[in-house]
């Protein structure tokens, strides 16, 4: 399975960005994929939790960005969604698509910057 993320980029605090990641690949792998979500990593520190999704509509999100960000899903079109709103400079980081089915994919990886 391939995870393919886009939407990162630079923006200033208090504005907003929207991430998405799709997922490609062995359609019996991707099948068996029930959870699909984001973390993080900023300089210095240990990739942590954003927030994830189930095929059925539960969420997760990291105590940092309650409020803040919302995740979404289309099961159809093996894509989650992380619409972030009212960001902040320590909400800079790599943000990390992962998929948790037979085993674990992970993403590239996308860039956020926010500047102060």
């Known amino acids: 399975v391939q995870l393919q993320a886009s939407g990162g980029g630079l923006v200033q605090a208090g504005g907003s960005l929207r991430l998405s990641c799709t997922a490609s690949?062995?359609?019996?792998?991707?099948?068996?994929?029930?959870?699909m979500g984001w973390y993080r990593q900023a300089p210095g520190n240990q990739r942590e939790l954003v927030a994830t999704?189930?095929?059925?509509?539960?969420?997760n999100y990291g105590d940092s960005i309650k409020g803040r960000f919302t995740i979404s899903r289309d099961n159809a079109k093996n894509t989650v969604t992380l619409q972030m709103n009212s960001l902040k400079p320590d909400d800079t980081a790599v943000y990390y698509c992962?998929?948790?089915?037979?085993?674990?994919?992970w993403g590239q990886g996308t860039l956020v910057t926010v500047s102060s």
């Open positions: 992962v998929a948790v089915g037979s085993m674990n994919y």
């Open positions: 690949g062995n359609i019996f792998n991707i099948f068996s994929i029930n959870v």
């Open positions: 999704i189930t095929r059925g509509g539960v969420t």
